[in-house]
Structures are given as C-alpha cells and as structure tokens.
C-alpha cells in the first residue's frame, strides 16, 4: 500500500500543470495574424523567403517565457523585404496613422527575441520608416544576428521605459537622403529608454550617423563602427524629456573599433548635444579602450558641444587615437570636464586634463589583423586598467565579423590586447569560461572561425550564426520535467529497499 502511494505521487507529477507553449511554424505565403498570435513562452519559426508584410506586436512574453521569433535556418534566413512598395501601404493589422514607421513596430510588448532575420526596403512618404520600430514602453526586447540595409533608419524607437539588446547584428545602408537636414536619417536611431549594442558591425550610412542616441541609458561595447557620413555617432537630448526636475543621460562606448572615411563634419567623431536646450538635462560619456582611426587632424574623439552651458562630462581612458590631433574638444570649459588618462594620442596632440599620455607618430598595427598591436608598440603595456575596462573584444574585422572573444588582459591601451588568442564566438556559440581564450561548442565543435577568418573544427560560419549543429538548446529543465526527476528518486528508494533488510 505504502508503494501504491509513492508510485501515484510520481505519476501525478509527470502530469503537466500547465499546456505545452506552442511552435509557430511560418512561410512567406503565411499572414502575420501567425505571428502576432504568439503568446508568453511561444516559438515562431520562420522559412527562408521573401516576407512583404507588415508586423504590429504586442504580446507580453515574460523574461523566463519569451516570445522568440527565429529563423528557421539562420544559414538562410527570412527576408523582411517592403522593397516593392512604402511600408504604410503594404499588408498589415495596424491601420493608425503612423503605421509606415517601420516593419516590424514593437508597440508596448514585452520580451520579444528576435533571432537571425534581415530586414530590407523599408521606406515610407516621410523618409522615416524603419526595419524595427520599438515604443510605448516596450521592454526586454532582443535581437540577435540580425541585419538591417537600405531602410530609412536600420533601427528606431525607445521610450522612457523601454529597454532593447541587440547582438551580433549588421547595420549598413540605412538612411534616405530625401530626409531633411534638420531630421536626418541614420543606421541607428534611438529616442530614449535604454540601449545596449554589443558585438555588431555597423557602418556606411546613406546619410547621417551610424549612430544616433538619445537614450537615458546606453552602452555600445564590442562593435566595429565604419565610414559615418557625417561623423560617427551622438548623445542627444531624449526625446521623452521635457524639462522640469533634474534628468541625466549616459553611455559607456568600450572596446569598440571606429574607422572614419571622409565625413562630411571631421571636426567631431561622437558629439554630445543637448539640442533641445533643457536645463535640467545633463550628460556623460565614458570612453575606454576603443581604436579610433580619424579622418582629419581636427577630428576630436568627443566634442562637448555645451555652449549653452549644459552640465557635461566625459573620461577618455586607455584609447587610441591616429591621424587626429584633437583628443578632445568643449565649448563651454566651466560646465564642462574631462578627466582620464592612459591615451595614445598623435604627436602633437594637446592632452589638456588628460593624464599619462602615450605620444607617437605611429601606434604599430599590425596588417592582419587589422587594428592589432605589434608586440613592439608603445601602446604594449600602457594600460591602466579600472572598473569600466573592458573584458571582451570585437572579432575579427570587415571581412570576418560580428563575433567577439575573451580580451586575455587590459594591459595594452585602445581596443585589442596584444596577448588574446584564440577563436571567436558567434551568435549560436556557447560562450567560454572565464579566462579561457576559446571553447567547444555546444554540440562539441570548435568555434566557427579562426584567427585568420577560416571555418573552425565544425565548418561553421559566423554569418550562418550556427557555429555547429545550426540549433540553440535552451537552458533550463529537461521537457520531461520532475517525472523524470521523481523516477530516478524512486528507482533509488527501491535499490535501497532490495539492499537494506526491513
């Protein structure tokens, strides 16, 4: 009787408490009434093809049971593609006014994942669509391995109280140069809440910035940054703030690369404004350990533009910056500071409040990789190592991208430390563990690349973002659940009952 009962508790714990989350399976000839159905903890799983329909989403996944979106095969993944028509006129559920505003509009949602999808052609009348518009305080958003070209802006949205991650991920040819002057258009446009940008390559803008932040919170660490075209990237007044109380805005721009071309604007490369002149709203921006190649000797790395008098404040520390001449620049000296140290700058450079400068004429990069350090750099050990330094690095250039690794140290000063080794780490690659400069797979292969940009051990790529067997496993309890737990625990309790007398 007493095993009777032992066994019908078992049994009743193999009996799922709640139904089994759905998988969405979706083709291009499918409606987006498909998608936009899915529920907490649901899978849609997109074929490769050609999409030309609009997306409006709203569900409420939860951070342990998110609404993941992926590809079906992330070596071939599906196209958002709007590219035959303005975003407002093509099939969709929202019909408000600014439904053209981009492809897929997060509105209010709540933990979306978005995994290996490209979006493309997204324009509408206004010169502002987007491949993803995110607002209305939608939070735990996050995109990995995804790639935005030729829309009007790549990405859009932010409120202040949205947040979004994206990872891994390319950004290229956005903008429109019928947009006006006064409201250009950028790869990267966020409006407030917080931002975060990691590992992703993002360069040659039609118009404008690769990135244009007004974020309260944001941090941009790991990428590869190329060829803006009129200077790189901002920190701009959020646009949810009015005025009225104080109000503060920062970012944290670490361990990336930027590469200039011919801006149009070369006296600045990352600009701080407070362009809607509020006097409550202050800014800060700590740069660490980035490799800035210049275009101009004026170029400064950041310009606080504070004319107005706006409380700004930047630390530059352990950067390299070549061909400009101009670490900083700010216009209004008593509301502004900069503080930081442990610079390479150009010969010639003033250093102003910049402390323990390295000067040079040429920083030593090797050719191949690009931007690495020869071990005979004065760069080699100059570092100062603080609570901001990065622990990562982008992997690997132009070619072989979106990928990063274990930075080995923070010894060397600008993006890449001298002594990292080992292979990189792509979207679907289980992460090493700390300390160690490369790890196997999750299916037991190398990881998808080399130092030299080739197929790792598993023939994978870091643009196929499969790194192996091509699938993410999800962390967490077997799908068989506690049954499987409470039969293992019953089968010992009976080999203790054959083995111990009564």
């Known amino acids: 009787m007493r095993w009777a009962t032992v066994l019908a508790f078992f049994a009743a714990l193999a009996v799922p408490a709640v139904a089994r989350a759905a998988t969405i399976n979706v083709t291009p000839s499918d409606s987006y009434a498909k998608i936009e159905a899915a529920q907490a903890g649901d899978e849609v799983v997109l074929a490769p093809g050609k999409y030309a329909f609009r997306l409006h989403l709203t569900g409420q996944g939860t951070a342990n049971a998110p609404i993941v979106i992926r590809a079906q095969d992330p070596s071939n993944p599906p196209v958002f593609d709007l590219s035959g028509t303005l975003v407002e006129n093509a099939p969709g559920s929202y019909t408000a006014g600014d439904r053209g505003r981009g492809c897929w509009q997060f509105d209010g949602a709540s933990h979306y994942t978005v995994e290996s999808v490209v979006f493309t052609g997204c324009h509408t009348a206004s010169f502002n669509s987007a491949g993803i518009r995110y607002y209305n305080g939608s939070t735990g958003i996050y995109l990995k391995d995804c790639v935005f070209h030729d829309n009007d802006d790549g990405l859009t949205g932010g409120t202040q109280d949205s947040d979004i991650t ?24 966020i409006y407030g809440g917080t931002f975060t940008l990691r590992y992703s390559y993002v360069h040659d803008p039609v118009q404008a910035q690769n990135f244009h932040v007004r974020a309260k919170q944001s941090t941009l660490e790991y990428n590869w940054f190329a060829r803006g075209k009129s200077y790189e990237g901002d920190l701009m007044t959020d646009d949810d703030f009015t005025g009225g109380g104080a109000f503060s805005q920062t970012m944290l721009f670490r361990g990336n690369v930027i590469v200039e071309g011919t801006p149009a604007n070369h006296s600045q490369i990352i600009a701080v404004y407070n362009d809607s002149a509020l006097a409550s709203d202050t800014f800060s921006i700590d740069v660490e350990s980035n490799t800035v190649v210049a275009a101009a000797p004026q170029g400064a790395l950041v310009h606080l533009s504070n004319a107005d008098g706006t409380t700004m404040s930047a630390t530059l520390n352990d950067n390299i910056l070549t061909v400009s001449t101009t670490a900083y620049a700010v216009e209004d000296a008593v509301h502004g500071t900069v ?125 196929g973002g499969a790194g192996g067997c091509g699938c993410a496993v999800p962390a967490g309890p077997s799908p068989l659940g506690p049954s499987m737990a409470g039969l293992g625990l019953l089968l010992a309790l009976l080999r203790r009952r054959r083995r111990t007398p009564c």
């Open 166 to 189: 994206v990872e891994f991920s390319e950004f290229y040819a956005n903008g429109n140069l019928q947009a006006s002057s006064s409201s250009p258009t950028h790869n990267l446009y």
């Open 339 to 463: 503080t930081g140290g442990h610079n390479w700058l150009q010969a010639g450079t003033s250093a102003g409040s910049l402390t323990s400068s390295v000067f040079g004429t040429d920083p030593k990069f090797l050719t191949t990789p690009a931007y690495r350090l020869d071990p005979s750099s004065a760069c080699v050990g100059a570092a100062a190592s603080n609570a901001n330094s990065p622990d990562k690095e982008y992997y690997l250039d132009e070619t072989t991208t979106r990928g990063y690794r274990l930075r080995a140290s923070v010894h060397d000063i600008g993006a890449f430390e001298s002594t990292t080794t080992g292979p990189g780490i792509g979207p679907y690659d289980s992460p090493p563990p700390p300390g160690d400069g490369g790890a196997p797979n999750s299916d037991g292969g190398m990881m998808p690349f080399d130092e030299a940009g080739a197929p790792g051990g598993d023939g994978g790529t870091v643009q």
